[in-house]
């Protein structure tokens, strides 16, 4: 059993930053792929960026390539997502979620565990 908290969402002008952190529970965190999605008032969860188990290989949606970055800590239990030159249409509930290898696929289905979420604002 899994357990995933997120933290670090908050209010952010346009061309700022923020850190977003996932701390999870369970000896068996470092076995799996994480990743950060979001969703944005009236509209299906989106892919933002994957990790694998090991934290050498990453993927990232088009729309946040170059600004975001993923990493882990398999030590700390935590999986962290630096967003860069924030964008009003970053504006969203961003989720941890742990799966079964670093997939392809953008699809939120399969997904063992999910975090609670955090709010991130970004004003124009």
């Known amino acids: 059993q899994v357990q995933l908290v997120e933290s670090g969402g908050g209010l952010v002008q346009a061309g700022g930053s923020l850190r977003l952190s996932c701390a999870a529970s369970g000896r068996t965190f470092r076995y799996y792929a994480m990743a950060w999605f979001r969703q944005a008032p009236g509209k299906e969860r989106e892919f933002v960026a994957i990790i694998n188990s090991n934290g050498g290989s990453a993927r990232y949606a088009d729309s946040v390539k170059g600004r975001f970055t993923i990493s882990r800590d398999n030590v700390k239990n935590t999986v962290n997502l630096q967003m860069n030159s924030l964008k009003p249409e970053d504006t969203a509930v961003y989720y941890c979620?742990?799966?079964?290898?670093?997939?392809?696929?953008?699809?939120?289905?399969?997904?063992?565990?999910w975090g609670q979420g955090t709010q991130v604002t970004v004003s124009s």
């Open positions: 979620g742990a799966t079964d290898g670093l997939r392809n696929d953008n699809s939120d289905y399969g997904y063992h565990y």
